[in-house]
C-alpha cells in the first residue's frame, strides 16, 4: 500500500485531486490511502498556474513555504502542472513507476484527451492592412529586378 500525499496553495484543486486520484487509483490488490497531510510514500505539489503564481500572491507565498518546508525536511516531491486531467495523468504514472513489482499489478488507464487542432496560420485570408506578412510581401515584390 502507498500513502499519497497531495499539497497545494489552492485548496479546491488538491481536494479534487484527490479524490479523482482515490476513485482511478491503481489495481494492485491492496488500496492506496490518499492524504492532504505530509509524509507519505509519495507526495505531489501542485504547481501553480500563471495568475495564482504573481510575485506577493497569497497563493505564490503559500506554495513557496509548502516547497520550503518539504527541502528543508529533505521529504521527495513530485511538482504536476497543468489541467486537472494533466495531473492526474502525470500523477497516475508516477504512482505506477512506484507500484511494487506484482504480476497483477495493472494501471488503471485514463483515456487521454482529443488532441487539440494545432493553431493555423490563416494568412491567406487575413484582411488586416497592418499584418506582417502583407508589409513584407509587398516590400519583397518592390525590391524583386524587373525585366
Known amino acids: 500500500m502507498l500513502n499519497i500525499t497531495v499539497l497545494g496553495a489552492v485548496l479546491a484543486p488538491r481536494d479534487l485531486l484527490v479524490s479523482v486520484l482515490a476513485r ?7 488500496v492506496h490511502r490518499f492524504t492532504t497531510q505530509a509524509g507519505g510514500d509519495l507526495t505531489f505539489l501542485l504547481g501553480l498556474n500563471r495568475l495564482e503564481s504573481l510575485p506577493g500572491s497569497a497563493s505564490n507565498l503559500e506554495d ?10 529533505r521529504q521527495p516531491y513530485h511538482v504536476l502542472y497543468g ?10 504514472r508516477i504512482i505506477h513507476v512506484h507500484l511494487p513489482a506484482s504480476p497483477n499489478a495493472t494501471l488503471q488507464t485514463i483515456a487521454p484527451q482529443a488532441e487539440s487542432t494545432p493553431w493555423r496560420w490563416a494568412c491567406d485570408k487575413c484582411s488586416d492592412s ?11 515584390a518592390q525590391r524583386a529586378p524587373r525585366r
Open 24 to 30: 482511478h487509483q491503481p489495481t494492485t490488490g491492496a
Open 83 to 92: 489541467t486537472l486531467d494533466e495531473q492526474l495523468a502525470q500523477a497516475m
Open 64 to 73: 513557496q513555504s509548502l516547497r520550503n518546508q518539504l527541502n528543508d525536511s
Open 130 to 140: 497592418a499584418c506582417e506578412h502583407k508589409l513584407l510581401t509587398d516590400l519583397l
